[in-house]
């Protein structure tokens, strides 16, 4: 407070001085109210400018499968999406193997599904769901059968570039894995995810390499035509060249 000595009495120096108070408070419950707004508005606008895209919304040619076609919004046997007795409006009915490449382009979200076998399978299926992003697995379902309830996915995909939506069987071949990727959708920051072909895997030569010594690789069984000549060739590995000699050769 200013020149308290201008003030006569004591009461106008009270007064005075709580109108100074109150009018600091009112300052300071403005502010707070201010940064309140602005807080409030920052939310509101990162949540507004947050899209849902939905799975089934996408261009599902890419996705490849164990058997028949990805069904949009129904079961791999074209009726309504249902697992563990829950009915589901959306969603992409698919079978095991089942692939799905996506690019994200690191402007996902979230991904967020129900999964499980369809009620419609009508026999001893079993799947597992898994999602990979970058190449690191997000997800991992464990086994599933039918008549067991819906699992949840709720997975983070922030900077997340390339993501492989994957339905692998039991383990017990593929017979009746009809699963489903009910009510999934994309979070996006912006744009939608892009489905794409797979990525091209290392090619691997699994043949050993021949040893350097001579060795006979003769078929067991050789076809030929009576009363007809034909060529006897003999296929041989090792370091060339090589000297053939052949002892007690007689026609039976």
């Known amino acids: 407070m200013k020149n308290p000595e201008k003030y006569k009495t004591i009461e106008e120096v009270f007064t005075k001085g709580v109108y100074l108070f109150c009018r600091t408070m009112n300052r300071l ?4 109210i201010l940064i ?7 939310t509101s606008t990162s ?34 999406l249902s697992i563990g007795g829950k009915t589901f409006e959306r969603g992409v009915g698919t079978h095991a193997k089942s692939i799905l490449w996506l690019n994200l382009d ?7 599904s129900y999964v499980g076998v369809d009620d419609a399978a009508n026999g001893p299926g079993s799947v597992v769901f898994k999602i990979y992003g970058d190449g690191k697995k997000l997800f991992d379902s464990g086994l599933m059968k039918p008549g067991n309830p819906a699992k949840e996915v709720n997975v983070p995909l922030s900077g997340i ?7 692998e069987d039991g383990g017990d071949n593929n017979s009746f894995d009809h699963a489903n990727w009910a009510e999934a959708r994309f979070i996006m920051t912006e744009g939608k995810p892009v489905p794409v072909n797979a990525p091209p895997e290392e090619k691997i030569i699994l043949t050993p390499k021949p040893s350097p010594s001579p060795r006979i ?13 034909f060529i006897f060739r003999i296929p041989t590995t090792g370091e060339r060249p090589i000297n053939f000699e052949a002892e007690g050769f007689r026609w039976v």
């Open 29 to 32: 419950r403005l502010y707070t």
């Open 36 to 42: 309140a707004l602005l807080l409030n508005t920052l």
């Open 47 to 80: 949540a507004f400018s947050a899209e849902t895209v939905w799975l089934d919304s996408l261009d599902l040619s890419k996705m490849r499968q164990g058997w028949g076609k990805p069904q949009i919004n129904r079961s791999i046997r074209e009726k309504q």
């Open 106 to 112: 690191g402007k996902a979200e979230r991904f967020i």
């Open 161 to 167: 570039k390339t993501l492989l939506l994957l339905v």
């Open 217 to 229: 690789n003769p078929p067991r069984v050789y076809g030929c035509r009576p009363g007809n000549p």
